[in-house]
């Protein structure tokens, strides 16, 4: 059964992690940072782990 997997907007790695941000105790928007492309931001992309291999050769171009 396929599984969700994150994936980095920008360059479609799944080399994306959160950031845990607490600021004095406020609650922020959690941030999600790529590690291939240094991509840093509130969105990712959430996909099937059996399209990732689609998407990622779309993001290619191809
Ligand atoms: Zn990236």
Do not use: F
């Amino acid at each position: 059964m396929a599984h969700k997997v994150r994936v980095c907007p920008q360059c479609g790695s799944t080399n994306i992690h959160e950031i845990h941000t607490s600021v004095s105790g406020w609650l922020t928007p959690a941030t999600y940072h790529c590690k291939d492309c240094n991509y840093v931001g509130s969105i990712y992309v959430e996909v099937d782990s059996d399209e990732l291999s689609r998407l990622q050769a779309a993001m290619r171009g191809e």
